[in-house]
């Protein structure tokens, strides 16, 4: 989704990505895509406008080295991580924190975008509400392409 939204708003996306990924993130409008496997993207990307960490550990650090001066790294795994945004600060760049909360306004706006054809939204998997905890396995495992759902009945 983010890099959808980050298109329809005009951005040049770069992503990380395994090479077995690298279609479906072309497909999904990547301009450019880096094998995390083969090559570290803090060598591979640099003056990055806005970097979009949804892996944690060191990655937002290491993050910081991508950004422009004034960048921001928004972090949706370390939002409470007063020592990133410290460092952060000092290195010249912005930092945020994201939460996925309920947003009437903005899933309608999601939805809107979705019927107009400009937001695809990728379900990998569907699971009866009685296999969740095997949905739940799957998403930890942490190489989901897209989405999973639980659907009831």
């Known amino acids: 989704m983010a890099i959808q939204l980050a298109k329809w ?4 996306v ?3 990505v ?12 990547a301009d450019e895509t880096i094998d995390y496997r083969q090559r570290d993207f803090t060598e591979a990307a640099k003056d990055v406008d806005v970097v979009l960490d949804t892996v944690g550990g060191d990655y937002g650090e290491r993050s910081l080295r991508v950004l422009r001066s004034g960048g921001l790294l928004v972090t949706a795994v370390d939002r409470t991580n007063r020592e990133l945004a410290a460092k952060a600060r000092a290195a010249g760049t912005r930092f945020a924190g994201v939460a996925v909360d309920p947003d009437p306004v903005a899933l309608q706006h999601l939805a809107d975008l979705a019927e107009q054809g400009k937001l695809r939204v990728h379900v990998q998997r569907t699971f009866p509400l009685d296999q969740a ?3 739940h396995e799957l998403l930890d495992g942490g190489h989901v392409q897209g989405k999973l759902a639980i659907v009831l009945g």
């Open 9 to 12: 708003r005009g951005a040049h």
């Open 14 to 16: 770069i992503t990380t």
């Open 18 to 29: 395994s090479a077995d990924k690298r279609e479906f993130v072309a497909e999904l409008g």
């Open 133 to 135: 905890v095997a949905a």
